[in-house]
Protein backbone atom coordinates (compact mmCIF):
# COMPACT_ATOMS: atom_id res chain seq x y z
CA UNK A 1 0.00 0.00 0.00
CA UNK A 2 1.57 3.33 -1.34
CA UNK A 3 1.87 6.33 1.32
CA UNK A 4 -0.66 9.28 0.60
CA UNK A 5 0.91 12.56 0.87
CA UNK A 6 -1.11 16.05 1.09
CA UNK A 7 0.17 18.88 -0.48
CA UNK A 8 -0.78 22.41 0.56
CA UNK A 9 -1.03 25.17 -1.56
CA UNK A 10 -1.07 28.47 -0.51
CA UNK A 11 -4.30 30.23 -0.32
CA UNK A 12 -4.45 33.14 -3.12
CA UNK A 13 -4.97 36.82 -2.00
CA UNK A 14 -8.13 38.51 -2.36
CA UNK A 15 -7.39 42.50 -3.05
CA UNK A 16 -10.04 44.37 -0.86
CA UNK A 17 -11.29 47.51 -2.24
CA UNK A 18 -12.99 48.51 0.44
CA UNK A 19 -9.86 48.68 2.69
CA UNK A 20 -8.06 50.13 -0.32
CA UNK A 21 -10.30 53.35 -0.91
CA UNK A 22 -10.47 53.68 3.01
CA UNK A 23 -6.74 53.92 3.25
CA UNK A 24 -6.84 56.31 0.45
CA UNK A 25 -9.54 58.35 2.07
CA UNK A 26 -7.99 58.33 5.56
CA UNK A 27 -4.14 59.74 4.03
CA UNK A 28 -6.56 62.37 2.13
CA UNK A 29 -8.03 63.30 4.99
CA UNK A 30 -5.00 63.32 7.36
CA UNK A 31 -2.85 65.54 4.14
CA UNK A 32 -6.07 68.32 4.33
CA UNK A 33 -5.45 68.25 8.38
CA UNK A 34 -2.04 68.74 7.81
CA UNK A 35 -2.41 71.51 5.68
CA UNK A 36 -5.17 73.27 7.30
CA UNK A 37 -3.05 73.01 10.76
CA UNK A 38 0.06 74.28 9.61
CA UNK A 39 -0.87 76.82 6.57
CA UNK A 40 -1.88 80.78 7.68
CA UNK A 41 -5.11 81.07 8.01
CA UNK A 42 -7.34 84.34 6.45
CA UNK A 43 -9.54 86.30 8.63
CA UNK A 44 -12.55 87.90 6.78
CA UNK A 45 -13.76 91.15 7.13
CA UNK A 46 -17.60 92.16 6.44
CA UNK A 47 -17.06 96.12 4.50
CA UNK A 48 -19.76 98.19 6.26
CA UNK A 49 -20.37 102.17 5.73
CA UNK A 50 -18.63 104.38 7.66
CA UNK A 51 -18.14 107.84 8.37
CA UNK A 52 -15.19 109.72 10.34
CA UNK A 53 -17.76 111.64 12.46
CA UNK A 54 -17.08 111.51 15.93
CA UNK A 55 -17.41 113.67 18.98
CA UNK A 56 -16.00 116.82 17.98
CA UNK A 57 -18.01 119.02 20.75
CA UNK A 58 -15.53 119.94 23.06
CA UNK A 59 -15.00 122.16 26.44
CA UNK A 60 -12.19 124.75 25.81
CA UNK A 61 -10.38 126.78 28.54
CA UNK A 62 -10.25 130.83 27.66
CA UNK A 63 -7.21 132.48 28.82
CA UNK A 64 -6.70 136.22 28.37
CA UNK A 65 -3.75 139.06 29.35
CA UNK A 66 -5.67 139.75 32.25
CA UNK A 67 -4.26 141.69 35.22
CA UNK A 68 -6.10 142.40 38.71
CA UNK A 69 -6.34 145.59 40.59
CA UNK A 70 -6.90 145.97 44.47
CA UNK A 71 -7.48 149.00 46.34
CA UNK A 72 -5.05 150.69 48.75
CA UNK A 73 -7.49 151.82 51.58
CA UNK A 74 -10.48 150.01 53.07
CA UNK A 75 -13.77 151.40 52.54
CA UNK A 76 -17.44 150.64 50.45
CA UNK A 77 -17.30 150.46 46.86
CA UNK A 78 -19.01 152.21 44.07
CA UNK A 79 -18.60 151.16 40.41
CA UNK A 80 -18.46 153.31 37.37
CA UNK A 81 -17.98 151.30 34.19
CA UNK A 82 -20.21 148.51 33.51
CA UNK A 83 -19.02 145.13 33.64
CA UNK A 84 -17.70 144.46 29.91
CA UNK A 85 -17.06 147.89 28.66
CA UNK A 86 -14.18 149.13 26.89
CA UNK A 87 -12.49 151.54 28.96
CA UNK A 88 -9.23 154.45 27.90
CA UNK A 89 -6.44 154.70 30.73
CA UNK A 90 -7.01 157.42 33.43
CA UNK A 91 -10.69 156.37 33.53
CA UNK A 92 -12.67 156.47 36.44
CA UNK A 93 -13.49 152.61 37.53
CA UNK A 94 -14.77 153.07 41.11
CA UNK A 95 -14.72 154.99 44.27
CA UNK A 96 -14.14 154.16 47.08
CA UNK A 97 -16.30 155.46 51.17
CA UNK A 98 -14.69 155.21 53.76
CA UNK A 99 -18.16 154.83 55.72
CA UNK A 100 -21.67 153.71 54.64
CA UNK A 101 -23.56 156.47 56.42
CA UNK A 102 -25.36 157.80 53.22
CA UNK A 103 -25.69 154.22 51.82
CA UNK A 104 -27.24 153.49 54.98
CA UNK A 105 -29.97 156.05 54.22
CA UNK A 106 -30.38 155.55 50.66
CA UNK A 107 -31.20 152.24 51.86
CA UNK A 108 -33.46 152.80 54.59
CA UNK A 109 -35.41 155.76 53.14
CA UNK A 110 -39.12 155.04 51.61
CA UNK A 111 -38.22 156.88 48.38
CA UNK A 112 -37.68 154.29 45.44
CA UNK A 113 -34.72 154.72 43.40
CA UNK A 114 -35.21 155.72 40.25
CA UNK A 115 -34.44 152.85 37.50
CA UNK A 116 -33.68 154.41 34.13
CA UNK A 117 -34.55 152.51 30.87
CA UNK A 118 -31.75 151.36 30.25
CA UNK A 119 -31.03 149.79 33.50
CA UNK A 120 -34.56 147.61 32.64
CA UNK A 121 -32.88 146.46 29.67
CA UNK A 122 -29.99 145.42 31.40
CA UNK A 123 -32.02 143.17 33.57
CA UNK A 124 -34.13 141.82 30.92
CA UNK A 125 -30.95 141.15 28.50
CA UNK A 126 -29.74 138.63 31.66
CA UNK A 127 -32.80 137.14 31.96
CA UNK A 128 -33.39 136.65 28.25
CA UNK A 129 -29.65 135.06 27.88
CA UNK A 130 -29.99 132.53 30.78
CA UNK A 131 -33.57 131.10 29.13
CA UNK A 132 -31.70 130.42 26.07
CA UNK A 133 -28.80 129.29 27.44
CA UNK A 134 -30.26 126.91 30.21
CA UNK A 135 -30.11 123.63 30.04
CA UNK A 136 -30.59 120.43 32.66
CA UNK A 137 -27.25 118.85 31.69
CA UNK A 138 -25.94 122.21 32.77
CA UNK A 139 -27.78 123.77 36.10
CA UNK A 140 -24.05 125.56 37.14
CA UNK A 141 -25.34 128.57 34.58
CA UNK A 142 -28.07 129.03 37.32
CA UNK A 143 -25.13 129.80 39.75
CA UNK A 144 -23.66 132.18 36.84
CA UNK A 145 -27.24 134.24 36.43
CA UNK A 146 -27.58 135.03 39.95
CA UNK A 147 -24.31 136.01 40.07
CA UNK A 148 -24.53 137.93 36.96
CA UNK A 149 -28.64 139.77 38.11
CA UNK A 150 -26.85 140.47 42.10
CA UNK A 151 -23.85 142.73 39.58
CA UNK A 152 -26.96 143.92 37.94
CA UNK A 153 -28.15 145.55 40.63
CA UNK A 154 -25.65 146.69 42.71
CA UNK A 155 -24.78 148.79 39.68
CA UNK A 156 -27.95 150.05 39.56
CA UNK A 157 -27.07 151.22 43.21
CA UNK A 158 -24.29 152.53 42.99
CA UNK A 159 -25.32 154.37 40.33
CA UNK A 160 -27.54 155.64 42.56
CA UNK A 161 -25.73 156.80 45.02
CA UNK A 162 -23.36 158.97 42.77
CA UNK A 163 -26.66 160.45 41.94
CA UNK A 164 -28.02 161.22 45.11
CA UNK A 165 -25.10 161.12 47.47
CA UNK A 166 -24.48 164.89 46.94
CA UNK A 167 -28.06 165.74 48.06
CA UNK A 168 -28.37 163.45 50.89
CA UNK A 169 -25.28 165.04 52.02
CA UNK A 170 -26.59 168.36 51.53
CA UNK A 171 -29.68 167.53 53.23
CA UNK A 172 -28.07 165.82 56.77
CA UNK A 173 -24.80 167.16 56.57
CA UNK A 174 -23.02 164.06 56.60
CA UNK A 175 -19.95 163.24 55.08
CA UNK A 176 -19.44 161.73 51.80
CA UNK A 177 -16.11 161.52 51.78
CA UNK A 178 -15.37 159.04 48.64
CA UNK A 179 -11.91 158.92 46.63
CA UNK A 180 -12.24 158.59 42.82
CA UNK A 181 -10.06 155.78 41.68
CA UNK A 182 -8.92 156.01 37.78
CA UNK A 183 -7.16 153.16 36.05
CA UNK A 184 -3.49 153.16 34.50
CA UNK A 185 -4.13 151.37 31.59
CA UNK A 186 -6.70 150.79 28.70
CA UNK A 187 -8.58 147.69 28.03
CA UNK A 188 -11.94 146.29 29.37
CA UNK A 189 -13.04 145.97 32.29
CA UNK A 190 -14.74 142.88 34.16
CA UNK A 191 -15.33 142.07 37.87
CA UNK A 192 -14.53 138.55 38.77
CA UNK A 193 -11.52 136.46 39.46
CA UNK A 194 -10.60 132.63 39.44
CA UNK A 195 -7.41 131.91 40.26
CA UNK A 196 -6.76 131.17 36.33
CA UNK A 197 -5.55 135.28 35.63
CA UNK A 198 -1.76 133.99 35.26
CA UNK A 199 -2.25 130.85 33.32
CA UNK A 200 -0.49 130.88 29.84
CA UNK A 201 -2.05 128.36 27.26
CA UNK A 202 2.22 126.35 27.27
CA UNK A 203 0.67 125.86 31.45
CA UNK A 204 -2.69 124.33 30.70
CA UNK A 205 -2.71 120.52 32.25
CA UNK A 206 -5.80 118.03 32.08
CA UNK A 207 -6.96 118.57 35.14
CA UNK A 208 -8.12 122.29 35.06
CA UNK A 209 -10.88 121.33 32.42
CA UNK A 210 -12.08 119.55 35.95
CA UNK A 211 -15.17 122.13 36.24
CA UNK A 212 -15.91 120.91 40.18
CA UNK A 213 -13.30 122.27 41.43
CA UNK A 214 -13.61 125.95 39.31
CA UNK A 215 -13.92 128.69 41.79
CA UNK A 216 -15.28 131.87 40.79
CA UNK A 217 -15.34 134.96 43.17
CA UNK A 218 -17.24 137.88 42.37
CA UNK A 219 -15.43 141.07 43.35
CA UNK A 220 -18.98 143.17 43.39
CA UNK A 221 -20.20 143.47 46.50
CA UNK A 222 -21.97 145.70 48.98
CA UNK A 223 -19.96 144.98 51.60
CA UNK A 224 -16.58 146.94 53.30
CA UNK A 225 -13.44 145.86 51.73
CA UNK A 226 -10.28 145.71 53.36
CA UNK A 227 -6.86 147.30 52.23
CA UNK A 228 -5.26 145.53 49.31
CA UNK A 229 -8.49 143.50 48.01
CA UNK A 230 -9.26 142.94 44.68
CA UNK A 231 -11.53 145.64 43.18
CA UNK A 232 -11.47 144.47 39.63
CA UNK A 233 -9.33 142.94 36.49
CA UNK A 234 -8.72 144.94 33.47
CA UNK A 235 -8.06 142.77 30.04
CA UNK A 236 -5.30 144.30 28.16
CA UNK A 237 -4.90 142.93 24.59
CA UNK A 238 -7.79 141.79 22.19
CA UNK A 239 -5.88 138.46 21.51
CA UNK A 240 -7.21 135.75 23.58
CA UNK A 241 -7.03 132.23 23.30
CA UNK A 242 -9.40 128.78 23.81
CA UNK A 243 -7.30 125.97 24.52
CA UNK A 244 -9.18 122.13 23.83
CA UNK A 245 -8.02 118.84 25.07
CA UNK A 246 -7.98 116.63 22.41
CA UNK A 247 -8.62 113.02 21.87
CA UNK A 248 -6.20 110.80 19.63
CA UNK A 249 -8.70 110.39 16.75
CA UNK A 250 -9.45 113.92 16.78
CA UNK A 251 -5.79 115.00 16.78
CA UNK A 252 -5.20 112.51 14.13
CA UNK A 253 -7.59 114.21 11.95
CA UNK A 254 -6.79 118.22 12.34
CA UNK A 255 -3.05 117.60 13.26
CA UNK A 256 -2.03 118.78 9.73
CA UNK A 257 -4.26 121.97 9.84
CA UNK A 258 -3.03 125.38 10.85
CA UNK A 259 -6.65 126.90 11.19
CA UNK A 260 -9.74 125.75 11.82
CA UNK A 261 -13.61 127.27 12.35
CA UNK A 262 -15.57 126.31 15.37
CA UNK A 263 -18.84 127.30 16.72
CA UNK A 264 -19.71 128.73 20.23
CA UNK A 265 -22.62 126.26 21.21
CA UNK A 266 -24.39 128.81 23.59
CA UNK A 267 -25.16 131.29 20.86
CA UNK A 268 -24.34 129.31 17.76
CA UNK A 269 -21.58 131.82 16.55
CA UNK A 270 -18.88 130.33 14.25
CA UNK A 271 -15.31 131.88 14.36
CA UNK A 272 -12.45 131.24 12.40
CA UNK A 273 -9.05 130.73 14.56
CA UNK A 274 -4.85 130.17 14.22
CA UNK A 275 -4.84 126.51 15.03
CA UNK A 276 -1.76 124.83 16.89
CA UNK A 277 -0.99 121.97 19.21
CA UNK A 278 0.67 121.06 22.64
CA UNK A 279 1.42 117.68 24.06
CA UNK A 280 1.94 117.27 28.52
CA UNK A 281 2.82 113.76 28.56
CA UNK A 282 0.22 111.26 26.64
CA UNK A 283 -2.55 114.30 26.90
CA UNK A 284 -2.61 116.29 23.27
CA UNK A 285 -4.55 120.17 23.54
CA UNK A 286 -5.69 122.37 20.51
CA UNK A 287 -4.90 126.15 21.11
CA UNK A 288 -6.62 128.52 19.26
CA UNK A 289 -5.77 131.66 19.01
CA UNK A 290 -8.03 134.46 17.53
CA UNK A 291 -7.65 138.28 17.65
CA UNK A 292 -11.56 139.25 17.35
CA UNK A 293 -15.06 139.10 19.47
CA UNK A 294 -12.87 138.18 22.81
CA UNK A 295 -15.26 141.06 24.41
CA UNK A 296 -18.40 138.62 23.51
CA UNK A 297 -17.46 136.13 25.92
CA UNK A 298 -14.90 138.44 28.91
CA UNK A 299 -17.23 136.09 31.71
CA UNK A 300 -16.66 132.71 30.38
CA UNK A 301 -13.88 130.50 31.70
CA UNK A 302 -14.91 127.81 30.04
CA UNK A 303 -16.87 127.77 26.78
CA UNK A 304 -18.91 124.75 25.18
CA UNK A 305 -17.38 124.37 21.20
CA UNK A 306 -17.89 122.38 18.10
CA UNK A 307 -15.33 122.24 15.80
CA UNK A 308 -15.86 122.32 12.50
CA UNK A 309 -14.36 119.11 10.43
CA UNK A 310 -15.60 118.30 7.27
CA UNK A 311 -17.85 114.61 7.05
CA UNK A 312 -16.64 111.79 5.33
CA UNK A 313 -18.92 109.07 4.34
CA UNK A 314 -18.10 105.82 2.71
CA UNK A 315 -17.16 102.67 3.48
CA UNK A 316 -15.28 101.82 6.60
CA UNK A 317 -11.66 99.36 6.33
CA UNK A 318 -9.58 98.06 8.52
CA UNK A 319 -5.66 99.64 7.56
CA UNK A 320 -4.35 95.85 7.98
CA UNK A 321 -6.14 94.53 5.03
CA UNK A 322 -4.44 97.31 2.79
CA UNK A 323 -1.71 96.10 0.12
CA UNK A 324 -0.21 97.84 -2.82
CA UNK A 325 -0.40 96.23 -6.20
CA UNK A 326 1.97 96.82 -9.09
CA UNK A 327 0.08 97.12 -12.48
CA UNK A 328 1.69 97.60 -16.26
CA UNK A 329 0.31 101.13 -17.68
CA UNK A 330 -1.36 100.79 -21.42
CA UNK A 331 -2.85 103.65 -23.59
CA UNK A 332 -6.55 103.41 -23.72
CA UNK A 333 -6.45 102.92 -27.60
CA UNK A 334 -4.88 99.68 -27.65
CA UNK A 335 -7.63 97.98 -25.81
CA UNK A 336 -10.48 96.07 -28.03
CA UNK A 337 -12.46 92.95 -27.89
CA UNK A 338 -12.07 89.78 -28.30
CA UNK A 339 -12.89 87.90 -31.72
CA UNK A 340 -15.83 85.53 -30.48
CA UNK A 341 -16.87 87.44 -27.24
CA UNK A 342 -17.09 90.88 -25.67
CA UNK A 343 -14.55 90.76 -23.76
CA UNK A 344 -12.11 93.69 -23.55
CA UNK A 345 -8.42 93.12 -23.97
CA UNK A 346 -4.95 93.13 -25.32
CA UNK A 347 -3.91 92.10 -28.78
CA UNK A 348 -0.37 90.33 -27.63
CA UNK A 349 2.49 89.89 -30.41
CA UNK A 350 4.66 87.13 -30.96
CA UNK A 351 7.71 86.84 -32.98
CA UNK A 352 8.74 83.52 -34.95
CA UNK A 353 12.89 83.80 -34.78
CA UNK A 354 12.92 81.22 -37.74
CA UNK A 355 10.29 82.95 -39.95
CA UNK A 356 10.27 86.41 -38.50
CA UNK A 357 6.38 86.59 -38.62
CA UNK A 358 4.28 88.05 -36.53
CA UNK A 359 1.29 86.24 -34.67
CA UNK A 360 -1.41 87.91 -32.27
CA UNK A 361 -2.54 86.23 -29.47
CA UNK A 362 -6.13 88.35 -28.00
CA UNK A 363 -5.24 88.29 -23.92
CA UNK A 364 -8.66 89.13 -21.80
CA UNK A 365 -7.62 91.98 -19.71
CA UNK A 366 -9.19 93.63 -16.43
CA UNK A 367 -8.85 97.07 -16.03
CA UNK A 368 -8.53 97.85 -12.80
CA UNK A 369 -7.84 101.98 -12.97
CA UNK A 370 -7.51 104.44 -15.77
CA UNK A 371 -7.25 107.94 -16.41
CA UNK A 372 -6.94 110.14 -19.56
CA UNK A 373 -4.28 108.44 -21.42
CA UNK A 374 -3.28 104.89 -19.82
CA UNK A 375 -5.80 101.54 -18.24
CA UNK A 376 -3.82 100.31 -15.32
CA UNK A 377 -4.11 96.14 -16.21
CA UNK A 378 -2.62 93.21 -14.29
CA UNK A 379 1.18 92.88 -14.11
CA UNK A 380 1.04 88.50 -14.26
CA UNK A 381 -0.26 88.53 -17.75
CA UNK A 382 2.48 90.08 -19.08
CA UNK A 383 6.25 90.47 -19.30
CA UNK A 384 8.63 93.45 -19.60
CA UNK A 385 9.10 93.80 -23.23
CA UNK A 386 5.81 92.35 -24.49
CA UNK A 387 4.18 93.98 -27.43
CA UNK A 388 1.16 94.82 -28.06
CA UNK A 389 -0.78 95.82 -30.69
CA UNK A 390 -3.26 97.60 -32.20
CA UNK A 391 -6.30 96.52 -34.48
CA UNK A 392 -7.16 99.54 -35.85
CA UNK A 393 -3.76 100.93 -37.45
CA UNK A 394 0.37 99.46 -37.51
CA UNK A 395 1.00 101.28 -33.79
CA UNK A 396 2.50 98.62 -31.31
CA UNK A 397 3.45 99.39 -27.30
CA UNK A 398 6.23 98.24 -25.37
CA UNK A 399 5.00 97.40 -22.42
CA UNK A 400 7.21 98.00 -19.57
CA UNK A 401 6.00 101.30 -17.24
CA UNK A 402 4.43 100.18 -13.98
CA UNK A 403 2.62 102.43 -11.20
CA UNK A 404 1.10 100.90 -7.98
CA UNK A 405 -2.67 100.53 -6.79
CA UNK A 406 -4.10 100.79 -3.26
CA UNK A 407 -6.62 98.22 -2.83
CA UNK A 408 -8.04 95.30 -0.59
CA UNK A 409 -7.92 91.63 -1.37
CA UNK A 410 -12.13 90.42 -1.92
CA UNK A 411 -12.87 86.91 -1.34
CA UNK A 412 -16.49 86.55 -2.18
CA UNK A 413 -15.89 83.57 -4.32
CA UNK A 414 -13.76 81.84 -2.07
CA UNK A 415 -10.45 83.26 -3.58
CA UNK A 416 -8.38 86.36 -3.58
CA UNK A 417 -9.58 89.06 -5.60
CA UNK A 418 -7.88 92.45 -5.92
CA UNK A 419 -10.16 95.64 -5.55
CA UNK A 420 -8.80 98.94 -5.63
CA UNK A 421 -9.98 102.04 -3.61
CA UNK A 422 -9.94 105.26 -3.17
CA UNK A 423 -9.15 106.84 0.36
CA UNK A 424 -11.08 109.59 1.62
CA UNK A 425 -10.17 109.83 5.24
CA UNK A 426 -7.53 108.00 7.65
CA UNK A 427 -8.11 107.12 10.99
CA UNK A 428 -6.09 105.86 13.76
CA UNK A 429 -6.53 102.01 12.40
CA UNK A 430 -8.79 102.55 9.41
CA UNK A 431 -9.57 104.03 6.81
CA UNK A 432 -12.79 106.04 4.79
CA UNK A 433 -12.72 104.79 1.48
CA UNK A 434 -15.03 105.86 -1.69
CA UNK A 435 -18.53 104.08 -2.04
CA UNK A 436 -19.09 102.90 -6.08
CA UNK A 437 -15.52 103.42 -7.58
CA UNK A 438 -15.05 101.11 -10.59
CA UNK A 439 -13.95 97.43 -10.33
CA UNK A 440 -14.56 98.51 -6.46
CA UNK A 441 -15.74 97.50 -2.89
CA UNK A 442 -19.62 97.51 -2.18
CA UNK A 443 -20.92 97.38 0.96
CA UNK A 444 -21.15 93.57 3.32
CA UNK A 445 -18.27 92.67 1.07
CA UNK A 446 -15.88 90.24 2.79
CA UNK A 447 -12.39 90.95 2.53
CA UNK A 448 -8.84 89.74 4.05
CA UNK A 449 -8.87 91.56 7.49
CA UNK A 450 -4.47 90.89 7.15
CA UNK A 451 -4.06 91.50 3.33
CA UNK A 452 0.09 90.28 3.47
CA UNK A 453 -1.68 86.85 3.96
CA UNK A 454 -3.60 86.64 0.95
CA UNK A 455 -1.98 85.13 -2.29
CA UNK A 456 -3.91 86.51 -5.51
CA UNK A 457 -6.40 84.39 -7.43
CA UNK A 458 -5.41 81.70 -4.06
CA UNK A 459 -8.27 80.01 -2.66
CA UNK A 460 -8.68 80.94 1.31
CA UNK A 461 -11.00 78.22 2.43
Known sequence: MSNNKVVKFRRRRNINIGIIIFIIILVYIAINVYIYLTKEHITIYEVQAGTNAIDNNLTGLILREEEVAYTNKAGYISYHQKDGSRVAKNAAIYSIDDNREIFDILKASDNSLDITDADIDEVKHEIRGFIKSFSNDNYTKVYSFKENIESTAIDIVSKSMMRYGQAIQDETGLSYAYQLVSTNKSGIVTYYIDSFEDVKPDHVTIDMFNQENYQRTSLRISDMVTAQSPVYKIITSELWSIVVPLTDELYEMIHDKDRISFTVLKDDFTITADLSFLKKGSDYFARLDMDKNMAKYINERYLDIELNIQKEEGLKIPKSAIVEKDFYLVPLEFFTEGGDSNNIGLSLGTFDD??????????PTD???KDDTY?????????????????QDDKRFEIRNKSSLLGVYNVNTGYAVFKRIEILYEGLD????????SNGLAQYDHIALDGSKAVEQAIIY
Open 354 to 363: RTGEVSYIFV
Open 375 to 391: AYVDARLFNPGDWIFST
Open 430 to 437: YYIVKKNT
Open 367 to 369: IYY
